[in-house]
């Protein structure tokens, strides 16, 4: 499978964006757990979110809970990242990934990675 990430983009600080992850290839989507992962610069990468197979479990890092969805539409072979009261330390370019096997929060345990889409929160 094949993980494209796009929707980043510049915006003030209290906006939203949208992140878009699309899969190709086979298997589709459907049968891998997504989670989000981000970047900022001369920080390690961290957890942001997951996502089951189904879409019925999802996993959110502290913090971001409460201001960051997850959902997907298997029908779309697509995963979304709602992103709300943006916040200038949510600054980093943003990865989607995906595994077999559910949920997990370790990067190391993601196969399949997306090329990232850059979010810049504004003061």
């Known amino acids: 499978v094949q993980l494209q990430a796009s929707g980043g983009g510049l915006v003030q600080a209290g906006g939203s964006l949208r992140l878009s992850c699309v899969a190709s290839?086979?298997?589709?989507?459907?049968?891998?757990?997504v989670g989000w992962f981000r970047q900022a610069p001369g920080k390690d990468r961290e957890f942001v979110a997951a996502?089951?197979?189904?879409?019925?479990?999802?996993l959110t890092a502290d913090s971001v809970k409460g201001r960051f969805f997850m959902s997907r539409d298997n029908a779309k072979n697509t995963v979304y990242l709602e992103l709300n009261s943006l916040k200038p330390e949510d600054t980093a370019v943003y990865y989607c990934?995906?595994?077999?096997?559910?949920?997990?929060?370790?990067?190391?345990?993601?196969?399949?990675w997306g090329q990232g889409t850059e979010v810049t929160v504004s003061s």
């Open positions: 290839g086979r298997p589709t989507l459907r049968f891998y757990a």
């Open positions: 996502i089951d197979e189904g879409g019925g479990a999802t």
């Open positions: 990934a995906g595994r077999l096997g559910g949920l997990r929060l370790s990067d190391h345990e993601y196969d399949y």
